[in-house]
């Protein structure tokens, strides 16, 4: 910590919330949760290479309730990450930086993982109810 | 420019350590080959979710989603890994705590890593 009190920067406390800050907060949130759910990725692969028992009990977690809730979670979590991600690609390349731009791709990416999630589940559900 | 820097600096005598960009490119470098397997990935799941424990066996023991797996998930907790120690420089300044939590992160990602491989090797060349 220094000495003197020095002015802060303008931060969380000042801003008026807007789509462009709230693009980078979650992508560090799905981020994390992402980084999270790997854990349950190496379960299941575990699972499946110790035995049919260890796998029933996985994919019985994963069909409850709670299972599901996580799932569709982490599924959002993981097409907002992939498609702000590769938004963020396209700006490390220089494009899409006009404030315009910015605030239009930013909508695109949030309203984009929320279709690409339920295009995800719909394959999902139409499983389920094939099977 | 060594008029720029802290006295605090040139006492340590630390410049930089010329390896600013290196996190940098290989978080790019990750994200790109993600977009790709994360892709194939859900795919995957996807097709694996009608199937009992035989049939998800031998779908992952197949020798090119075994390969892919195995560079998904060494690419994935690599990834979380660099991300994760972003977020933590970002955000924990006391110094002890701070050093705690990223070698606990990066020790977890690397078992976590471990793990996934070990799993994804014993079920493709297992019998």
């Known amino acids: 910590m220094p000495a003197t009190a020095r002015p802060l920067s303008p931060h969380l406390g000042i801003y008026r919330w807007q789509i462009q800050m709230v693009t980078s907060i979650l992508h560090r949130a799905t981020g994390i949760a992402l980084a999270a759910g790997t854990i349950l990725l190496v379960v299941a692969l575990l699972a499946l290479a110790s035995g049919p028992d260890a796998w029933a009990k996985v994919a019985a977690f994963c069909g409850s309730w709670i299972g599901m809730i996580l799932m569709l979670g982490w599924t959002w979590a993981l097409a907002y990450h992939l498609l702000n991600g590769i938004r963020h690609l396209v700006q490390d390349l220089g494009y899409g930086y006009k404030p315009e731009q910015f605030v239009r791709n930013g909508w695109v990416v949030t309203l984009g ?19 | 420019m060594s008029s720029l820097r802290t006295p605090l600096k040139n006492a340590l005598g630390l410049g930089s350590a010329r390896q600013g960009s290196h996190h940098f490119i290989i978080q790019r470098v990750t994200a790109v080959a993600l977009v790709l397997l994360g892709v194939w990935f859900v795919w995957t799941v996807l097709s694996l979710l009608h199937l009992d424990y035989a049939g998800a066996h031998a779908l992952v023991a197949q020798p090119c989603n075994a390969v892919l797996l195995l560079a998904f998930v060494v690419t994935v907790f690599w990834h979380a890994q660099l991300g994760l120690q972003v977020v933590i420089e970002d955000y924990v300044h006391a110094r002890g705590s701070q050093l705690a939590l990223q070698l606990t992160v990066k020790f977890l ?9 070990l799993a994804i090797l014993k079920i493709a060349l297992g019998r």
């Open chain 2, 109 to 117: 990602c690397f078992l976590g890593a471990a793990a996934s491989v």
């Open chain 1, 113 to 131: 993982s929320f279709v690409l999630t339920g295009l995800v589940w719909a394959c999902v559900l139409a499983q389920r109810g094939g099977a």
